[in-house]
């Protein structure tokens, strides 16, 4: 099965995301986006582009947030 992991680093003003197949090689480069509903709106619509180009692949994400700062991005990603 095709899959993707993305992990993703929380913090006050920006959060970092980072791809990888399921052979851990990179895809793509680390990306940094605001930690604003632009910015997590933004991130969504990425991931949603990277996984229509790998086929829809099985989607795991890890997230590490610093406080309360990931509950935004989680409730952004429902949308």
């Not at 991130?43 to 947030?65: C, H, S, T, Y």
Request: with cysteine; glycine share 12%; proline share 4%.
């Amino acid at each position: 099965m095709n899959k993707l992991f993305c992990g993703i680093d929380i913090g006050l003003n920006n959060f970092q995301f980072h791809a990888m197949d399921q052979d851990g090689n990179a895809i793509g480069k680390n990306k940094r986006y605001s930690n604003n509903i632009p910015g997590m709106n933004r991130l969504v619509d990425d991931l949603g582009d990277l996984m229509d180009k790998r086929d829809n692949p099985q989607l795991f994400i890890g997230m590490e947030a610093t406080g309360l700062y990931w509950f935004p991005l989680l409730r952004a990603s429902g949308k």
